[in-house]
């Protein structure tokens, strides 16, 4: 692969989420950070039961093995066609699932990435994460709770998280 990854990182060297990371830490306006990522809109989601996990939960990838933290959420996946089909390879049932943002823990990847995550593929971890746009999308870091809390402009987004 010519971006140096393996097919199984393919997902985190797809185009789509090459430009939200690079166009992330210019944008000022948090919210329009969050739409670039694969068509994420910045609608109002209300909270479905199989929506499993919630903005601000420290996750990790089971097969991947990376944490990091929930910064977004679709019922179903918003990204590309192409983007989908890349990081799923062929289960086209994933695309029918809610399919989560994650900020990648740095410790687990060297260079600042970011995932969208089929709900299937992830487990709660908790704990914290280093990740250099965490402060643009959490306040704090919450030890009762074990989660982060969510910025007001993101919570408004998610608020039922």
Known sequence: MKDGGSSSWSC????????AVAVLPFSFHPPRKLSTICRNSLEVRERAP??????????????????????GW????????????????G??????????????????????QLGYVVQD???????????????????????NDQKYVPKPWLKRIYPDD
């Open 12 to 19: 985190f060297y797809n185009p789509c989420v090459r430009r």
């Open 91 to 112: 289960n086209k049932e994933f695309a029918d699932k809610p399919n989560y943002a994650i900020l990648i823990d740095v410790r687990d990847r060297l260079i600042p």
């Open 74 to 89: 679709d019922l179903t996946a918003k990204a590309s066609k192409e983007f989908i089909e890349q990081i799923h390879k």
């Open 121 to 143: 593929n992830i487990e709660l971890h908790g704990g914290r994460i280093i990740q250099n746009l965490l402060n643009t999308y959490m306040e704090r870091y919450d030890e």
């Open 50 to 71: 199989h929506v499993r996990w919630r903005v601000g939960q420290v996750v990790k990838h089971k097969v991947h093995g990376y944490r990091g933290v929930i910064i």
